[in-house]
């Protein structure tokens, strides 16, 4: 006697099923992107178009909530949104096959078009989201019984038409679509390799800088938590647009100096290698700091004076502003009054003595002392044109002020936690006043007097400075504030403001429990 096969029950796999087809739609556009090397799959687009388009409170938001990893927040948030509608669509696809395909294709479209949204965009760009969401509509048919006429069947016996296939086609349609949606992603990502430029930085030598700023041993004051003098490059804080860390190859890398220029000029890397290297300690900092907040670091930069190069191409007399773009086509404003008066303004190649993090510019970025980052430091740069400030900036339009000096800074760092013992405590943080110098850092104790504390040695006004105060901490609750003036003499402003549109001040305080 023949059993007949048992019919799939309806809205009871559709979730799985569209779960599946997302997979394998990621899994086939992962392996298109692979085949060039500016190729990126659905996600990296739709969240580089976040990026580009959310309004400045949300990115403000997302910077304050995950400082650093924000990316990795975009793109996770990226991930559960699709997989939350792809599995509303599988379900949808158990009684409505038509609706739901249809709901995928927009998915794609959506995605291509995000991927053409993007200063650096090709027609390629949609490739991977429109060659993928039609993977991902194959895939969910399938899972639902569809097949093309020529592999069309009977309906088993025992089967119900309009049901879908049976539990056991489902599954075996289910593990070879998800083997191939491995296969697919992992092809994707091996090409992808191609084009990673890890091994390249590893094997770069790069020559010594013959004009070098020592480090002072007086640096660190050597309190327990205080951060270091020099930011360890794993540490240095990153904020930039690029969801993708751009791969640039120094052997490809070329740097064009044009626009109000007398000559226009293109150098390889092996010819900004020739030229005289310096190498200075420099702190930068993230406009969108929050006071106290740690997107601030202290490293020492080596690379060729970017006053020079402008002189040699002959500025013209009018030309106001630096417009700067990096591979990815972010661009940046820089003020040419402070390129050329005379501060350690660098096309940067070394940080803390290796080559450039990949994910801090590699192979090469722009180090600018006294500005913020978003109009100063642009990362894996590849055009410099000299224009006025007509043109805007990539930040500009989203509410950020065309020229932005760093404003003056002082942070507590320690004691870390809130609870204290009475006694002697070391009070302790960093100060930065870029391009001026810091000359005193005071603290108050409640209500108290300021007291000046004690400051580490600087090799000059562009690098942060410790400082240290000893505290005789008497028990009950207690809040330290801490305020720095700056080498010509002006007071940290005491008057709180946010982030936008020119940076954060205000003094901070932090609040301890002494017992």
């Known amino acids: ?26 899994g086939v556009a992962q392996l298109v992107a692979g085949f060039w ?53 599988g379900r949808i696809a158990e009684r409505r096959l038509a609706v739901a395909l249809a709901g995928v294709a927009v998915i794609a479209v959506v995605g291509a078009l995000a991927s053409l949204d993007h200063a650096r965009a090709t027609w390629a760009s949609a490739l991977p989201a429109l060659v993928g969401g039609g993977a991902a509509v194959f895939a969910l048919a399938w899972l639902n019984g569809w097949r093309p006429a020529a592999l069309a069947v009977s309906t088993p016996r ?23 949606a491995a296969v697919a992603g992992g092809l994707g990502q091996a090409l992808r390799r191609r084009y990673a430029v890890a091994g390249q ?47 640039v190859s120094p052997d490809h890398w070329r740097l064009k100096v044009h626009g109000m220029v007398d000559h226009e ?23 969108s700091n929050e006071v106290g907040g740690n997107l601030v670091g202290n490293a020492v930069w080596r690379g060729a004076r970017l006053d020079d190069l402008l002189r040699e191409a002959g500025v013209h007399p009018d030309a106001t502003q630096l417009f700067s773009t990096s591979v990815d086509g972010f661009t940046c404003g820089t003020p040419v009054a402070a390129v050329m008066d005379g501060r350690d303004a660098m096309l940067v190649v070394a940080m803390n003595g ?3 993090p990949i994910k801090h510019g590699f192979p090469v970025r722009m180090v600018v002392p006294g500005l913020y980052g978003y109009v100063s430091a642009t990362k894996w740069v590849e055009d410099l044109k000299l224009t006025t400030w007509d043109e805007q900036a990539y930040w500009v339009p989203r509410g950020w002020d065309q020229q932005a000096p760093v404003k003056t800074e002082s942070r507590i760092d320690v004691p870390r ?4 013992d009475p006694g002697r405590v070391a009070v302790a943080g960093v100060a930065w006043a870029v391009h001026r110098g810091v000359s005193k ?35 009950g609750d207690h809040v330290v504030t801490v305020r720095a003036t700056d080498g010509k003499g002006v007071l940290q402003p005491e008057e709180p403001a946010p982030p936008p549109p020119n940076g954060a001040q205000g003094w901070h305080q932090r609040g301890y429990r002494v017992g």
């Open 1 to 26: 006697m023949e059993t007949a096969t048992r019919p799939l029950p309806p809205r009871r796999y559709g979730a799985v099923a569209g779960l599946l087809s997302l997979a394998v739609g990621l």
């Open 37 to 89: 090397a500016g190729g990126k799959n659905p996600v990296v687009g739709m969240g580089e178009w976040i990026i580009d388009h959310v309004p400045r409170s949300v990115k403000d938001w997302a910077i304050r909530t995950f400082a650093t990893n924000d990316k990795l927040a975009l793109i996770v948030g990226t991930l559960v949104i699709l997989v939350l509608v792809s599995m509303w669509l």
């Open 158 to 180: 025992g089967a119900t038409a309009g049901m879908g296939p049976d539990r056991r086609s489902f599954f075996v349609s289910a593990a070879a679509i998800a083997a191939g």
């Open 201 to 247: 930085r590893a094997d770069l030598v790069l020559p010594p800088a013959p004009d070098t700023e020592a480090v002072p041993s007086g640096g660190n004051l050597g309190i327990a938590g205080q951060p270091p003098f020099i930011t360890p490059n794993s540490d240095f804080y990153r904020i930039d647009t690029a969801l993708l860390v751009p791969q």
């Open 265 to 287: 000029l293109e150098l390889s890397f092996a010819d900004l290698l020739k030229r005289p290297l310096i190498e200075r300690d420099v702190t930068l900092s993230c406009v």
């Open 354 to 356: 290796e080559p450039l």
């Open 417 to 420: 936690g809130d609870q204290v």
């Open 441 to 475: 850092v005071e603290v108050q104790i409640d209500d108290g007097p300021w007291q000046v504390a004690r400051l580490g040695a600087v090799p000059s006004v562009d690098s942060w400075v410790q400082w240290v105060y000893e505290w005789d901490a008497t028990r």
